[in-house]
């Protein structure tokens, strides 16, 4: 018995709709494919941005999504002259764009040195009733890499919440020395303004301090959805 050949699946109308790379990978459409966790969306940025939006809720398919970054803090001209991103969050999206209104968000928030022993942890920076998600900081000196789990229950009697932890890196470019780099926690429940999680199309990847206007001059975030 032969063994079928296959590099390549077009669909009905002549379009490439799935390709197989010599080692058993495949990608559907242009995004790779992988038991579980589908890639649903990609940025990556060398000039200064100030957020991307990922509107790629689909309650159909999804409840729970995967968010990875690396980030930034600092603008190309610093705080001298264009407000530089400083510390990492998010806000939730629907129809009508971003919803960043005041309290949307209850926060928890924690984070230690590598030179502590003695988290901080719910710091009135990041904690308690926000306009948007805290995720990492503080400090244009610093970048920061992180993981979110993102939960968009599929009905209007539940609320939307994110997880995740993350590190801001400070050396080497605060500091050669140990001590500045800081691992940190996160979590936080969409309290305020429109928390139909049925309403949500997606959201938005920023600056904690601003959803728009605060910049970064380099950074990359992938977004994965885990399938039902």
């Known amino acids: 018995m032969s063994n079928l050949r296959v590099g390549a ?22 995004n790779a494919m992988s038991t579980g966790m589908v890639k649903l969306a990609q940025a990556e ?9 990922f ?42 764009g ?18 502590s022993t003695d988290p901080d942890t719910n710091n009135a920076i990041g904690a308690g009733a926000k306009n948007r998600i805290w995720m990492c900081g503080n400090g244009n000196g610093y970048d920061s890499q992180g993981e979110a789990l993102i939960s968009i ?11 995740g932890q993350s590190q801001l890196i400070g050396a080497p470019r605060t500091s050669s020395g140990a001590g500045v780099n800081y ?20 959201f938005r990847f920023c600056s904690f301090r601003g959803t728009t206007g605060n910049y970064s001059k380099r950074g990359h975030i992938s977004v994965y959805g885990i399938e039902k």
């Open 9 to 30: 699946i077009d669909s009905v109308n002549g379009n490439n709709a799935l390709a197989i790379a010599a080692d058993g990978s495949m990608t559907h459409g242009g």
């Open 45 to 53: 940025w060398t000039t200064d941005t100030d957020g991307v939006n």
């Open 55 to 96: 509107d790629v809720f689909d309650t159909t398919k999804y409840i729970n999504y995967k968010m990875y970054w690396w980030v930034c803090h600092e603008s190309t001209a610093g705080d001298s002259s264009t407000t530089s991103w400083y510390q990492t969050g998010m806000c939730f999206r629907d129809s009508n």
């Open 98 to 115: 971003n919803l960043d209104g005041s309290g949307a968000y209850d926060n928890n928030c924690s984070w230690v040195s590598s030179g």
């Open 153 to 163: 229950p599929p009905h209007s009697d539940f609320r939307a919440a994110v997880c």
């Open 183 to 202: 691992f940190e926690e996160f979590s936080s429940v969409m309290i305020a303004g429109s928390t139909d999680p049925t309403q949500l199309t997606g």
